[in-house]
């Protein structure tokens, strides 16, 4: 069945970096703009990124602007957030989720399991 | 940015009861809205966008409506599995944004 499987979340210093990665199957990903959102522990969602299908344009939010980069290689069905200078508050679980549209946003209709991210000293 | 204000925070409520939930965006946002629901645990599940158009598979208990600055999510009968937390997003511009949430729980 359609899926996205995150992977490479773990504990890190502050200051420290970590790449998240998000396999996708069972559909054709290179067709689809695709999402990274957060929730940190007990808190609310927080969109961070996105990227359409064909990577022509990539948004970020601005709490991970200049320190976070969102990429694709839609060769192995695989999207990427690269977090660097990650700081206390970027602890979280991180899940990627596909846009329903491709170069629109609509909604989020199929999410990962999601991924945790620790930054403690 | 785009400020997303959701009401009530929580509500307590019985199966078969209807419930209605508002998202009130700091600027005009067309119809540019989609609703979440999220159990402990799990990822959201996206079930409307559009403001009114419903997820393929969600049921049509499930209802939104709205356009501008003021949304709603309405459950028509509330189920045993309903009990969640909902969120909106708006996606008219960027950064895209989230209400804070709506936890539904039993009565």
């Known amino acids: 069945q359609v899926q996205l499987v995150e992977s490479g979340g773990g504990v890190v210093q502050p200051g420290r970096s970590l790449r998240l990665s998000c396999a996708a199957s069972e559909f054709t990903f290179s067709t689809y703009g695709m999402h990274w959102v957060r929730q940190a522990p007990g808190k609310g969602l927080e969109w961070v990124a996105v990227?359409?299908?064909?990577?022509?344009?990539?948004y970020y939010a601005d709490s991970v602007k200049g320190r976070f980069t969102i990429s694709r290689d839609n060769s192995k069905n695989t999207l990427y957030l690269q977090m660097n200078s990650l700081r206390a508050e970027d602890t979280a679980v991180y899940y990627c989720?596909?846009?329903?549209?491709?170069?629109?946003?609509?909604?989020?209709?199929?999410w990962g399991q999601g991924t945790t991210v620790s930054v403690s000293s | 940015d785009i400020q997303m204000t959701q009401s009530p925070s929580s509500v307590s409520a019985s199966v078969g009861d209807r419930v209605t939930i508002t998202c009130r965006a700091s600027q005009g946002i067309r119809s540019w809205l989609a609703w979440y629901q999220q159990k402990p645990g799990k990822a959201p599940k996206l079930l409307i966008y559009t403001a009114s158009s419903l997820q393929s598979g969600v049921p049509s208990r499930f209802s939104g409506s709205g356009s501008g600055t003021d949304f709603t999510l309405t459950i028509s009968s509330l189920q045993p599995e309903d009990f969640a937390t909902y969120y909106c997003q708006q996606a008219n511009s960027f950064p895209l944004t989230f209400g804070g949430g709506t936890k539904v729980e039993i009565k």
């Open positions: 989720a596909r846009e329903v549209g491709s170069t629109s946003c609509y909604g989020m209709d199929v």
């Open positions: 990227m359409w299908f064909d990577e022509s344009n990539k």
